[in-house]
């Protein structure tokens, strides 16, 4: 087993606009790597969605992204406010955005409805207080 | 299989919506299979599939983040919105065309669907 790519990015927090920067440059390697169009769109976007996410409501985070030779691994490492309730949170049209975030065209309560459908697998650790770790797994074979 | 459902080129969406081509002049000969109009990015996220055009009344870079993750081809600002240049500059980078029409959403939609650009079968939630 060959060792893995392992990319760090760190999510600003403080400028939305800058969101997803991470997610683009992770698409770009993934298209270097060759992999397969729509294996490369299903996790640019569930990338992009927990990126928005973390600059939304945790102040920016942490994405740690492993590409694997049967799957990528995208963990997304926030200390925002957690989560209280993810059986909620998860349920699509559910959102806590601020008024503001919406008027950016965001905020809708799609985002981890999206990215669980995006990926082969999503998991969710949240304390709240402390905050949240997204993992997701797209397989590529 | 997509019997009266047609597939148009940008530069034929953009002669259909009278658009002044603000950016990806080299892509106009892109085929586009669908369109899809919203000024909620999340739902675009969680709806639309690939080879189509953005319709949108928002101006903001998240806006190219968004066609750029669903591998769409081409962005329309409809009422006449006017991105600014980090909004083209995002465009140009990530090889996506950009259009302003003066027309509203509605009748900029119903332009493209009359002319035969339908939503993806599957669209109907």
Known sequence: ?????????????????????????????LRQLGLDSEIIRRAAIAMYEGEINMVIHAHGGVAEVAIYEDRIEMNLIDHGPGIPDVELAMSAGYSTAAENIRELGFG???????????????????EVGKGTTVRMVVRTV | MRKGLMDMTIREAAALLDAEVLCGEDLLDREIASACGSDMMSDVLAFVKEHS??????????????????????????????????????????????????????????KLYAAGLRPHASEKI
């Not at chain 2, 993750?69 to 991105?83: A, E, H, N």
């Open chain 1, 108 to 126: 809708a309560g799609m985002g981890l409805p999206n990215m669980k459908k995006y990926t082969d697998e999503m998991t969710i650790e949240t």
């Open chain 2, 53 to 110: 055009i953005l319709l949108t009344g928002l101006l903001n870079p998240q806006v190219v983040r968004t066609a750029e993750m669903m591998d769409m081809s081409c962005i329309v600002f409809v009422r006449g919105k006017q991105p600014g240049e980090a909004i083209l500059e995002l465009a140009r980078s990530s090889g996506i065309a950009v259009l302003r029409t003066e027309y509203r959403m509605y009748a900029a939609c119903g």
């Open chain 1, 1 to 29: 087993m060959s060792e893995p790519i392992r990319i760090t990015y760190e999510v600003d927090g403080e400028d939305f606009m800058s969101a997803g920067t991470a997610s683009t440059d992770m698409k770009r390697v």
